[in-house]
């Protein structure tokens, strides 16, 4: 691996603290107590710069993954500004329940839902302030009905859940329909052996800055694994559609490798 991918990474990195340390500063200097919210701090006025030049650079595979394929209920996992809310397709799309800890990102997330016609008002809109990781929460917001989301998305943030195999299991196992649907495009560890050392050794700065964004998490892997549970309390494939895929022309060596992936929930006896 070459070692200008190897520390390709640091010019974000540089980039993000020339944008957000100062402003990030002020807030402490405002407010005292924002010091033990310092990464989520840091890393709101990072995205607030930068999350449209972000999304704008893997656009079109985002498009060919979600505006055909999200459809009813969508828990949409770390909305962030709310930029995922352009590919979905309004007239298939019913409601839109949006899993943001970061409070910051909220009004703006609340401003863009509505270009879409997505509204608290009318019900059609949820923005829920937990992590991924708070299932009751979020199944208390969806009703306390289990299994009541069509498709769950997620653009980049799973790489910052706590605990997110568990997370993600439990979204699959009692959030999501049989039937429904787990659209995600993710960066994860590298099957690259020397890439993956990379990634291991930046991840624990990494996290610091960016609001817990690890990027050694095999996501891809996780999800692939998550099982249910038949009537013999035996466990079994809890996937009926499974197909992932990378971006193409993406370099093998990046440190960023990306993954888009279309899980489908197998039909049958759901989990309690």
Not at 159 to 172: F, H, K, N, Q
């Amino acid at each position: 691996m070459k070692l200008a991918n190897a520390f390709g990474l640091w010019t974000d990195l540089s980039l993000a603290l020339q944008t957000a340390l100062i402003p990030t500063i002020k807030d402490v200097w405002k407010k005292p107590s924002t010091i033990s919210q310092l990464s989520r701090t840091f890393m709101a006025h990072v995205w607030i710069v930068f999350a449209s030049q972000v999304d704008a650079n893997a656009r079109t595979v985002k498009q060919e993954l979600f505006l055909p394929n999200a459809t009813g209920v969508v828990l949409d996992i770390g909305a962030g500004l709310g930029h995922g809310i352009q590919y979905l397709d309004r007239t298939k799309v019913t409601k839109y329940v949006a899993v943001e800890p970061n409070t910051r990102m909220h009004p703006e997330l609340r401003r863009i839902a509505a270009t879409a016609e997505y509204r608290e008002s009318d019900g059609t809109l949820v923005i829920l302030g937990c992590g991924a990781e708070e299932i009751t929460i979020i199944l208390e917001s969806l009703g306390s009905t289990m299994h009541s989301v069509d498709t769950i998305t997620s653009v980049m943030s799973m790489c910052s859940i706590p605990s997110a195999e568990d997370a993600l299991r439990g979204l699959v196992r009692h959030v999501l329909k049989p039937g429904g649907q787990l659209l995600f495009y993710e960066h994860v560890l590298s099957p690259r052996q020397d890439v993956a050392w990379w990634q291991r050794f930046w991840a624990p700065m990494w996290q610091i800055f960016y609001d817990g964004c690890r990027l050694d998490c095999p996501t891809d892997i996780w999800i692939n694994e998550i099982k249910d549970v038949d009537d013999n309390g035996e466990e079994v494939d809890i996937w009926s559609e499974r197909k992932l895929w990378g971006v193409p022309g993406e370099t093998e060596e990046t440190v960023f490798h990306h993954v888009l992936g279309k899980f489908v929930k197998r039909e049958g006896r759901m989990l309690k």
